[in-house]
């Protein structure tokens, strides 16, 4: 440990002095006037190599550019070589070309701010304006840039008028950067990603004509930037890629529905699907002492899920903008996800629990390489291969938690069949019926897919991570660095050699031995003038593939890797499953990333020997049985046990069953099965009736790292009944409040008080889901503590759920007019005198503490959120609300039509020494 620790010192000592040495340098030459750009050394700028012999051999081999669009927008079987040629083209160009940016406006948004933005919007849409394009002018053989430069190049013979419409920076040959002028539409609408407002169909997506980068630094463009920064951060727009919208689309999600997204992370989805679920659409009326108020309270719920806690706190980051209380934040191994319904609901038409469930797995993303250049050099066959069972484990939890009558959307941002397809046909293959394809192309318009294929050949790669770095291990730099440790290690073993470990596996040595490079392993990799299958397949094999033709063929030592389940159909099979309603979306058919997506009706409950595989499944990944156990037995031999009602049912089902007092397992698959039995802390008690590795134990970070104040892996519990009073006198709440949604993450005067949604509360929470899984984040802030010492209540109220609280406020409440409300949105200590003799008036009589302030005609419509958390002292009054909220509320009122006050007179503020009270802090 004390060695590891100094190697690192070490190295980032080295590291401080090369940076230092570096820097000055710089500072030297730019004393003595030398043009350092101009001496950077070509290595310093490294363009990543659009290029991989294995990843386009093997699509290639596997049929990927065997269809092309027609002029119908159909899509056709390529006729010969040179249109399937021409089709590999189109496919390698538009994967080589940066990935253009795409965002969405929030459909939970009030229909008058909706409007509006649409309305700013339509200056950027379909308006072509001239902007400057900077590419590096050092670039691979390959690529995006070369193809661009030449298509500008064509573009200028061309031209009529014979202006130059490129030119290269100061007119310097020698410069790294060379400046092309288009002429581009900004933004182009997304026609599938829509609403309904009022009779009338409503876009609500756009992708951009540029790329994030050429966004961000490019003049002309800044209009369009600044207004996407804006709304983005008051959460009134949500930057996602266009192909990420399609699965909660096809999902078809409604109000009060509820919703369970297995892998949520980053959120981008989960955000979508919370808009609709989530949003202020249903009304219910709260009538309290002398009013009736509009209460939006959403009646349905999303269950947010993620394997990795990290990654769970990333999602409720991204989440909060929309600060929704109809979301449950949970971190367990999706495989493992708990299931809730009674036990006698199992097998019939009263199974699971979901209405609908997003399977958005974990996979390669060779989809993603257009934003992630690194998977060009990373692609691995292998990995797709070692995915393929975790996939399939997921999708089958989700259709087991999925009601009957419910929907299932399964997706990947990878284009490899052994990630989807075959995942697809071994799920409807397990289900037997249970499960049957949607085909939802027809509600999914401007959507270009192409269908899902039936047949697909199954490779895979040599155990190559040696060969792989086999260069890089035999550099004279390796060389030297091996003789070093090698001296190093005689000099402690006191003169004598220690044991060298034999290799493992002799035959992969051998294999490393006879390893040839292959001739089509060229970067970048050179087509194939002939398509058919004899010269492919040569290719294939040439760069280190095998291929089976059935699973019989496969070796014991890679069934691991490569599983029965990774094979086609068989054509009988391939009739029934209809996999052609699979959606495929593919880089160069709309501009975007590669993505699959297959949407599952699930029509009946799962049998018993589908709920036993799906736990058979779960297990197998942590290593608790044997990989494809059910293919070792005739299904009748399958070991039975006789239940209390008569009933029999499978070892396996039992199993699963025994969950039921367990909290799932959090964490990466794999990294469990090492651990030290010896361990205490995760020790596992000796129960051979559950099994080896039914539970795996959640991860505890050695380090403790600061953690948010509202986050944390504690359970939600009842608040102290001590704590209301004060509370409820001071705001002067009535008798209607519901102080059984309020919950808090400790026991006794808690830090925060949350608003939990009524179905959450009662469908998960009241369910016991806190004791199967690791809950991370749900509910808004309420109520947060504060010290006053002159006040009963030692709580002030909170931004984040004061819609939810006002509409039983009795007390502390002031209604305003626009210009008091916008005076309002201002930072720091504002004086009473700038405000109108009305709202100062109001202001004095009331006690220092927290207090609401709301827009004067929006106070009953509190789905539109227009209220303020102000804060009283002696002699000003400071707002309680974050920048970017304010600037959400300033877009609303001049949506709603109300111009910002002078601004001279919100410069009114007094000094900080003025505004302070001795007996009150918060």
């Given at each position: 440990?004390?060695?590891?620790?100094?190697?690192?010192?070490?190295?980032?000592?080295?590291?401080?002095?090369?940076?230092?040495?570096?820097?000055?340098?710089?500072?030297?030459?730019?004393?003595?006037?030398?043009?350092?750009?101009?001496?950077?050394?070509?290595?310093?700028?490294?363009?990543?190599?659009?290029?991989?012999?294995?990843?386009?051999?093997?699509?290639?081999?596997?049929?990927?550019?065997?269809?092309?669009?027609?002029?119908?927008?159909?899509?056709?079987?390529?006729?010969?070589?040179?249109?399937?040629?021409?089709?590999?083209?189109?496919?390698?160009?538009?994967?080589?070309?940066?990935?253009?940016?795409?965002f969405r406006i929030d459909r939970s948004l009030d229909p008058v701010m909706q409007a509006k933005l649409i309305e700013e919007m339509k200056e950027f849409v379909g308006k072509e304006i001239e902007i400057e394009i900077e590419l590096p002018k050092r670039s691979e053989a390959t690529g995006g840039t070369k193809d661009l430069l030449?298509?500008?190049?064509?573009?200028?013979?061309?031209?009529?008028?014979?202006?130059?419409?490129?030119?290269?920076?100061?007119?310097?040959?020698?410069?790294?950067?060379?400046?092309?002028?288009?002429?581009?539409?900004?933004?182009?609408?997304?026609?599938?990603?829509?609403?309904?407002?009022?009779?009338?169909?409503?876009?609500?997506?756009?992708?951009?004509?540029?790329?994030?980068?050429?966004?961000?630094?490019?003049?002309?463009?800044?209009?369009?930037?600044?207004?996407?920064?804006?709304?983005?951060?008051?959460?009134?727009?949500?930057?996602?890629?266009?192909?990420?919208?399609?699965?909660?689309?096809?999902?078809d999600v409604k109000p009060g529905m509820s919703v369970l997204d297995m892998c949520a992370a980053p959120g981008s989805k989960t955000c979508q699907l919370v808009e609709v679920v989530g949003g202020m659409n249903d009304c219910n009326v709260v009538n309290t002492d002398d009013k009736a108020v509009k209460h939006h309270e959403p009646?349905?719920?999303?269950?947010?899920?993620?394997?990795?806690?990290?990654?769970?706190?990333?999602?409720?980051?991204?989440?909060?903008?929309?600060?929704?209380?109809?979301?449950?934040?949970?971190?367990?191994?999706?495989?493992?996800?708990?299931?809730?319904?009674?036990?006698?609901?199992?097998?019939?038409?009263?199974?699971?629990?979901?209405?609908?469930?997003?399977?958005?797995?974990?996979?390669?993303?060779?989809?993603?390489?257009?934003?992630?250049?690194?998977?060009?050099?990373?692609?691995?066959?292998?990995?797709?291969?070692?995915?393929?069972?975790?996939?399939?484990?997921?999708?089958?939890?989700?259709?087991?938690?999925?009601?009957?009558?419910?929907?299932?959307?399964?997706?990947?941002?990878?284009?490899?069949?052994?990630?989807?397809?075959?995942?697809?046909?071994?799920?409807?293959?397990?289900?037997?019926?249970?499960?049957?394809?949607?085909?939802?192309?027809?509600?999914?318009?401007?959507?270009?897919?192409?269908?899902?294929?039936?047949?697909?050949?199954?490779?895979?790669?040599?155990?190559?991570?040696?060969?792989?770095?086999?260069?890089?291990?035999?550099?004279?730099?390796?060389?030297?660095?091996?003789?070093?440790?090698?001296?190093?290690?005689?000099?402690?073993?006191?003169?004598?050699?220690?044991?060298?470990?034999?290799?493992?596996?002799?035959?992969?040595?051998?294999?490393?031995?006879?390893?040839?490079?292959?001739?089509?392993?060229?970067?970048?990799?050179?087509?194939?003038?002939?398509?058919?299958?004899?010269?492919?397949?040569?290719?294939?094999?040439?760069?280190?593939?095998?291929?089976?033709?059935?699973?019989?063929?496969?070796?014991?030592?890679?069934?691991?890797?490569?599983?029965?389940?990774?094979?086609?159909?068989?054509?009988?099979?391939?009739?029934?499953?209809?996999?052609?309603?699979?959606?495929?979306?593919?880089?160069?058919?709309?501009?975007?990333?590669?993505?699959?997506?297959?949407?599952?009706?699930?029509?009946?409950?799962?049998?018993?020997?589908?709920?036993?595989?799906?736990?058979?499944?779960?297990?197998?990944?942590?290593?608790?049985?044997?990989?494809?156990?059910?293919?070792?037995?005739?299904?009748?031999?399958?070991?039975?046990?006789?239940?209390?009602?008569?009933?029999?049912?499978?070892?396996?089902?039992?199993?699963?069953?025994?969950?039921?007092?367990?909290?799932?397992?959090?964490?990466?698959?794999?990294?469990?099965?090492?651990?030290?039995?010896?361990?205490?802390?995760?020790?596992?008690?000796?129960?051979?009736?559950?099994?080896?590795?039914?539970?795996?134990?959640?991860?505890?970070?050695?380090?403790?790292?600061?953690?948010?104040?509202?986050?944390?892996?504690?359970?939600?519990?009842?608040?102290?009944?001590?704590?209301?009073?004060?509370?409820?006198?001071?705001?002067?709440?009535?008798?209607?409040?519901?102080?059984?949604?309020?919950?808090?993450?400790?026991?006794?005067?808690?830090?925060?008080?949350?608003?939990?949604?009524?179905?959450?509360?009662?469908?998960?929470?009241?369910?016991?889901?806190?004791?199967?899984?690791?809950?991370?984040?749900?509910?808004?802030?309420?109520?947060?503590?504060?010290?006053?010492?002159?006040?009963?209540?030692?709580?002030?109220?909170?931004?984040?759920?004061?819609?939810?609280?006002?509409?039983?406020?009795?007390?502390?409440l002031l209604v305003v007019g626009p210009d008091d409300f916008h005076k309002c949105c201002a930072k720091g200590f504002m004086g009473f005198d700038i405000f109108s003799q009305k709202f100062q008036d109001e202001v004095r009589d009331l006690k220092s503490g927290s207090f609401v302030v709301a827009l004067e005609g929006q106070q009953?419509?509190?789905?539109?959120?227009?209220?303020?958390?102000?804060?009283?002292?002696?002699?000003?009054?400071?707002?309680?609300?974050?920048?970017?909220?304010?600037?959400?509320?300033?877009?609303?009122?001049?949506?709603?039509?109300?111009?910002?006050?002078?601004?001279?007179?919100?410069?009114?503020?007094?000094?900080?020494?003025?505004?302070?009270?001795?007996?009150?802090?918060?």
């Open positions: 440990m004390g060695r590891s620790k100094w190697n690192r010192k070490r190295k980032a000592s080295e590291r401080a002095a090369k940076a230092d040495k570096d820097h000055k340098g710089k500072d030297a030459a730019n004393k003595n006037g030398e043009n350092t750009k101009a001496n950077k050394p070509s290595q310093d700028y490294t363009v990543a190599k659009t290029s991989n012999p294995k990843m386009e051999s093997y699509y290639s081999y596997i049929g990927l550019h065997n269809l092309a669009k027609s002029s119908n927008g159909t899509f056709t079987p390529c006729a010969n070589d040179t249109e399937k040629t021409a089709e590999r083209e189109r496919f390698m160009s538009s994967l080589r070309a940066i990935l253009p940016a795409s030449d298509s500008v190049k064509e573009t200028e013979e061309g031209d009529e008028d014979g202006n130059n419409n490129s030119n290269s920076k100061n007119g310097d040959a020698d410069n790294d950067e060379v400046v092309i002028k288009r002429k581009i539409a900004p933004a182009k609408p997304i026609p599938f990603l829509s609403t309904t407002t009022s009779g009338t169909n409503v876009i609500l997506g756009y992708q951009l004509s540029v790329d994030r980068r050429t966004l961000r630094r490019n003049p002309s463009l800044s209009p369009l930037h600044e207004w996407m920064k804006i709304h983005t951060d008051c959460g009134h727009l949500t930057r996602q890629e266009t192909v990420s919208m399609i699965p909660p689309v096809v999902l009646k349905g719920y999303v269950v947010a899920n993620d394997a990795e806690p990290k990654r769970a706190y990333m999602l409720v980051t991204q989440l909060r903008r929309l600060q929704s209380p109809s979301v449950f934040v949970t971190s367990c191994d999706g495989q493992y996800f708990p299931i809730l319904d009674e036990k006698k609901d199992k097998g019939t038409e009263r199974e699971g629990m979901f209405d609908r469930v997003l399977c958005d797995v974990p996979c390669s993303g060779d989809g993603t390489v257009r934003k992630n250049p690194g998977i060009w050099k990373q692609w691995n066959q292998n990995g797709a291969l070692a995915l393929h069972p975790l996939q399939l484990s997921i999708a089958l939890r989700g259709a087991r938690v999925a009601c009957v009558g419910g929907y299932m959307v399964y997706s990947t941002c990878s284009m490899n069949p052994t990630e989807n397809e075959s995942v697809v046909a071994e799920l409807l293959r397990i289900t037997d019926g249970s499960l049957v394809l949607v085909d939802p192309r027809s509600r999914m318009e401007g959507l270009v897919a192409r269908p899902g294929v039936s047949t697909w050949k199954v490779l895979r790669e040599h155990n190559s991570r040696k060969r792989k770095n086999s260069k890089k291990k035999n550099s004279p730099k390796m060389i030297a660095k091996r003789k070093e440790w090698e001296e190093k290690r005689q000099k402690e073993s006191n003169g004598e050699d220690a044991p060298r470990r034999e290799p493992e596996n002799a035959v992969e040595e051998q294999e490393k031995e006879k390893f040839e490079r292959s001739p089509y392993h060229t970067i970048p990799y050179i087509a194939p003038m002939t398509w058919d299958e004899d010269t492919l397949r040569e290719r294939t094999t040439s760069l280190g593939f095998v291929e089976y033709s059935n699973y019989n063929e496969v070796e014991p030592e890679w069934r691991r890797r490569v599983r029965a389940s990774c094979f086609p159909p068989t054509e009988d099979e391939a009739k029934a499953f209809e996999l052609h309603k699979c959606l495929r979306c593919l880089p160069h058919d709309m501009d975007t990333g590669g993505f699959f997506v297959a949407l599952f009706k699930k029509v009946k409950p799962l049998s018993p020997d589908a709920d036993a595989r799906m736990h058979q499944l779960a297990r197998e990944s942590r290593g608790g049985i044997e990989v494809d156990a059910h293919l070792n037995k005739e299904s009748n031999d399958v070991e039975m046990t006789e239940t209390e009602d008569g009933n029999e049912e499978s070892v396996l089902q039992k199993r699963g069953d025994d969950e039921v007092n367990r909290k799932a397992p959090t964490g990466k698959i794999g990294q469990y099965h090492n651990r030290k039995k010896n361990d205490a802390e995760d020790a596992e008690p000796e129960n051979d009736e559950v099994g080896e590795v039914e539970q795996a134990p959640i991860v505890h970070n050695k380090k403790k790292k600061k953690e948010h104040n509202d986050l944390s892996n504690e359970d939600f519990v009842p608040i102290d009944k001590n704590i209301w009073p004060p509370i409820v006198e001071q705001f002067g709440l009535g008798p209607g409040f519901p102080k059984e949604q309020y919950m808090a993450r400790a026991a006794g005067e808690a830090k925060v008080l949350y608003f939990m949604a009524k179905s959450i509360k009662e469908e998960l929470i009241d369910k016991g889901i806190q004791d199967r899984v690791t809950v991370i984040n749900s509910g808004l802030k309420a109520f947060e503590r504060c010290s006053i010492a002159d006040n009963r209540s030692k709580y002030r109220i909170s931004q984040e759920a004061i819609q939810f609280v006002l509409p039983y406020m009795t007390k502390r009953f419509d509190v789905g539109k959120k227009m209220l303020l958390i102000m804060w009283k002292r002696d002699n000003c009054l400071e707002c309680f609300v974050s920048k970017t909220e304010m600037d959400g509320m300033i877009s609303k009122l001049r949506a709603l039509g109300h111009a910002p006050p002078d601004p001279v007179d919100c410069e009114k503020m007094v000094e900080g020494e003025q505004c302070v009270e001795s007996n009150a802090t918060t």
